[in-house]
């Protein structure tokens, strides 16, 4: 029968054969794209360890084309952070799902233990060679090949040598050939993949060697590291009553439920757990976690939802920072208007922090470079340069009232909006990571963050408008002045002179308080270059 | 040291794990689009399942709300097909990458092997329970409750009972509760995912009940199945050379390249052995596979680009098919015109055989309903809802020169298109199965395939106008014979009657000719219906 044989052909298969087939879910489609997409996976795993170590991260990206017509590259790309150890080396590379990112509750670029095992991959599948790594790690230099063993999704490792490092030597090397890719100094090329990092990441000193010699030098403009983000606990609101019973199995101390949620999660004090308490008259916070029921469970997290928790610990979320967008936007654009946001850290489901930073540059330098509604989309600091019409990023803008906010039509005005979205975990849409998934939650914040500054960007063009209003007025006035005071002068024989002087100072007397609004209002204009965020949110509930 | 507590942290996990941090990678973002999703997933295994099994599908889909508040719902979807038997219950629904649709080289609906596990996850996930499967394989039928172990991605089951079947009785009925789900008749529910799958699988009948009892039924309109497409094999273009490597690897036989060649991929005849050998003077076809060289492999695969193949077998992929769209179109719309297209199948990379079918309606209907640009997507006849943002469809669509078809503003047109892409291996972005990747090759056969029906129309949109013009043209020439034939007969004494007969006749005939010519290019209209491929396909070499 047809079903038996359907049934014979039940296979299992592991993570690395299913991207191996589905490399477009890792973002390799197109080959300008996919090899940003490597620069990208192998950079950002760089900046991690380097900053997690408290170096300030020195990134070298040479590509050199080996064969123009097979499109045949090969890309090195050095660090000097600490390197990583024989132990590891194989299954941080050539392994996927397996590393130190995906469990973590801690804010970095990489998240899930994928993309540089991705790289080795790709390169293995488009010229059949192993990815050539070089880890200085605690003095020994550790020279070894890396594949991959698609069926088990494990790493096949060969070291070619180990020897003593140099003194003071330190960092990871990635060698590795590719076909099917191409370089390009487009707009998802690698330049511009890197000139978008080091905007975003100023404390970076990046050198670029392009595949004709052409050198590249993104220096750092700030000498210390971004203050480290801190791991943190996840957060009462947001979590789901399976991750809650999952915590509490996993809890091996004997300690009360109470105890347990004091430690768990972050904001619960003694005093929150009173008022769970009160709320939950059915539930022992006496009673073992281990015996959580799921009905239980579920009461406690209706009851987390109920009670008013302090925002999570800002030092879990590291911005880039007002000061530094600032910089970076005035640095490439030197707009007319620049309004900056920094909203505070919110939840989203599973209760992980994350938070929204919005730059809004318009006119100027924007207008001069032809810039019309130009996205710059970030993610922990990561360019995000494909995939901007599943983003939630994009879709927000796009969904936005514009006119609200005296900006006529987003697409044709001489505006740039720069978002970064900076989270524990960010909910990107696919493993490629390019794309972030349109969560309610972090839509809303988006939002939030962009109509804030919206607000800045339309008081300084309604203040401007409205001066130009006022000086339009003024002009016309002081010509009926002129007329008035000749006439009045014939009509009651004063001085011409001294009616004009009196009338003057009347309207002066009025315009001056005029303008003194118009500079209030304004003052979220290039004089200040940021806008105090206001007092009511409009909109956010 | 720090970095020491790092690698200490350095943990291997299970693609359950990583899905079930990452859910929104499977599509579950959103209470409507979370359960559209889980219908969606167990339909099309229903489908997929009773069309291999040669069944014509029967689909009950029952929707329960067990609770508004909460917004709790059960949902129930019944099949007619084989059902599973029990040894492989459990990894159906409830291990990911297992399965019979990862590995095979055959068009299904599903192809990962993931979307019923990532059901009875989202359902465990949210509930805290397990799914219920009732599987009638064969006479028995058995009841079982299916779990996941996320640490491990295995199924646990157990079995709640096993009798023998009724007589005749036979499939697989899933029944799950879920939370965090909402049931809606939106654009983006259950209903319109129906009704659009009835659209596009006439052979189908599927009932829905709603929370609120409303039954409807989408009854099959055709009685038999689609032909079943065939299992196939690789087709040498696109073939990468990884690819073709690990083919020669998997080799056992004792057996030639040459022959190896022949039996692995399709159309490889032995006439196009001796072509290949002509261009490969430095490979010997006649050694073992298994010692076939990359640089070997990458020689073939570099001759076979430069071979003339016969494409791809059609029975391999079978589209929804011309009459049916234009029934189901119609069905719809009741449009003016109705052009639809189907292209010959071709291959992209990896030597995977897709084809394209695209409808579109114009007019008429698609006026009075108030659509304007609608898309309506589809991959192997499963209606794609969402993330259109991030499609090859919905891109290429948006890029159209739509002018160049007298469609003068795709957005603000009374136009409708439908575009189904085939496929052995449909490119989706991500696990979610939504949009499809903008694979160079695909997208390119999307264009033309639009392009061709967009000729259809343009040929009858432009033949209208032309008729339009002629009927003012012979209007105004109609008066002015009046007034000549009045004016020649008072000059030359000639009766009037006799020079307006002797003008108009002229005219007529001179208009009959452009009237058939405008008839000719207008054949593509509402008359025939459908649009034939022209000889030249423009853009394409």
């Known amino acids: 029968m047809p079903d038996d044989d359907v049934f014979k052909q039940f296979k299992e298969h592991s993570i690395a ?40 991260p020195d990134i070298f990206v040479q590509v050199d084309e080996l064969d123009k017509e097979k499109e045949h590259y090969r890309l090195t790309i050095k660090d000097n952070g600490p390197g990583i150890p024989r132990s590891h080396l194989g299954k941080a590379l050539g392994q ?36 050539k790594a070089v880890s200085v790690y605690k003095g020994k230099k550790l020279t070894a090949s890396i594949g991959i063993d698609f069926k088990q999704n494990k790493p096949v490792v060969e070291v070619i040598e180990e020897v003593d490092a140099s003194e003071g030597e330190s960092g990871l090397t990635f060698i590795s050939e590719f076909k099917d890719v191409r370089y390009e100094r487009s707009n998802y090329g690698v330049y511009e993949y890197l000139r978008r990092t080091a905007l975003a990441n100023p404390h970076c000193a990046i050198t670029l060697i392009e595949p004709e010699g052409r050198s590249t030098a993104f220096p750092r403009s700030v000498i210390v590291n971004p203050s480290k983000p801190t791991e943190i606990k996840p957060h009462p609101l947001g979590i789901g009553t399976h991750d809650l019973l999952e915590f509490a199995r996993q809890n091996r101390e004997k300690r009360r439920l109470s105890s347990f949620l004091q ?37 406690l997290v209706k009851a987390f939802s109920q009670v008013k928790w302090i925002a999570p610990a800002t030092d879990s979320l590291v911005p880039i920072g007002k000061d530094q967008v600032e910089v970076s936007f005035r640095n490439i654009f030197n707009p007319e208007v620049l309004v900056v946001t920094e909203r505070s850290p919110k939840v989203y489901r599973g209760g992980i922090p994350f938070m929204v930073e919005v730059g809004i540059a318009y006119g100027g330098g924007v207008a001069e470079a032809g810039k019309k509604g130009e996205v710059m989309r970030f993610a922990n600091r990561v360019p995000l340069l494909f995939d ?77 408008r409205k001066a130009h209003e006022i000086a339009t007025k003024k002009k016309v006035v002081s010509r009926y002045i002129q007329q008035l005071s000749g006439d009045l002068s014939s009509l009651t024989g004063e001085k011409k002179a001294d009616i004009e002087k009196a009338l003057t100072k009347i309207v002066e007397e009025k315009y001056a308080r005029e303008d003194m609004e118009v500079e209030e209002t304004a003052e979220t204009g290039p004089e200040t270059g940021n806008g105090k965020p206001d007092a009511d949110n409009e909109g956010e509930e």
């Not at 087939?21 to 360890?49: C, P, W, Y």
């Not at 019409?389 to 044709?412: H, L, N, S």
């Open 17 to 56: 054969e299913f991207f191996k087939k589905n490399r477009q879910m890792l973002g390799f489609t197109g080959k300008v794209r996919s090899m940003t997409i490597i620069v990208h996976e192998i950079v950002t795993n760089s900046l991690d360890a380097c900053e997690e170590a408290g170096v300030l």
């Open 96 to 131: 996927m799902l397996a590393g130190t990112k995906f469990h973590r509750y801690l804010q970095q670029r990489g998240q899930q233990g994928i993309g540089a095992a991705a790289c080795t991959m790709f390169s293995y599948l488009t010229t059949g060679q192993p990815t």
């Open 263 to 299: 430690e768990t999660f972050s904001r619960v004090s003694a005093g929150k757990i009173d008022e769970l308490r009160a709320l939950l008259p059915n539930v022992d916070l006496n009673k073992n976690p281990q015996d959580l029921s799921w009905e239980e469970a579920e009461a």
């Open 388 to 464: 901007s019409g599943g983003c939630a990023i994009t879709e927000t803008i796009k969904t936005m009232d514009w006119k609200r906010y005296d900006v006529k039509d987003f697409e044709e005005e001489p505006i740039a909006v720069l978002v970064n979205l900076i989270s524990v975990h960010v909910p990107y849409t696919s493993a490629g990571k390019q794309a972030v998934s349109p969560e309610e939650d972090v839509m809303d914040e988006i939002k939030f963050a962009i109509m804030e500054a919206s607000r800045g960007v339309q008081k300084y063009l309604s203040g401007k």
